[in-house]
């Protein structure tokens, strides 16, 4: 029998699994969904952007013109009129994909982690490509690339 008075904890395993996954979660794995939801946001905006101009490029070209940084070139517009909508889609989706990987990185998922780590992949060979060209500013870019790949293939074992 219990004493009176006397809170019975409950056991380790009979905890919701939820807590458990998020109490030991490790900082670098929150660290990179946060990466990823800022960089899902940010997505999200500028395909939001290159909608409204390519709306604006289709309905109004001339409105776009009246821009200072425009200097009166018609086949800009006619490029974004054309191709507009379609980048704008890309820039969506690519949101999408970055918020369900961090998403899913911060439930443990084995699929989030095989996403971000491609994802990821995919920016460092990017990252090498611009610096080849002489982008040196995305040294910084390649370095947290690889850095997230090498972490999470180190440390694949946390996910289920």
């Not at 109490?23 to 990823?36: A, E, F, G, N, T």
């Not at 001339?62 to 980048?87: C, H, K, R, V």
């Amino acid at each position: 029998m219990a004493k009176r008075g006397k809170k019975v904890l409950p056991k380790k395993s009979e905890q919701s699994e939820s807590n458990v996954a998020s109490s030991s979660l490790p900082l670098p794995v929150k660290l990179i969904s946060i990466i990823y939801f800022i960089a899902s946001f940010f997505f999200l905006i500028s395909g939001i952007f290159v909608l409204v101009v390519s709306y604006y490029a289709i309905t109004d070209p001339n409105a776009l013109l009246t821009l200072p940084s425009m200097d009166a070139n018609q086949s800009i517009i006619e490029n974004l009129s054309n191709y507009g909508i379609i980048i704008s889609l890309g820039f969506i989706l690519v949101s999408i994909i970055d918020f369900l990987g961090a998403r899913g990185l911060l439930k443990r998922k084995r699929w989030a982690l095989n996403l971000v780590i491609l994802i990821s992949f995919f920016g460092t060979f990017n990252s090498l490509i611009r610096i080849g060209y002489g982008f040196y500013s995305n040294i910084l870019n390649l370095i947290v690339h690889v850095s997230i790949v090498y972490y999470l293939f180190k440390n694949k074992k946390m996910f289920s």
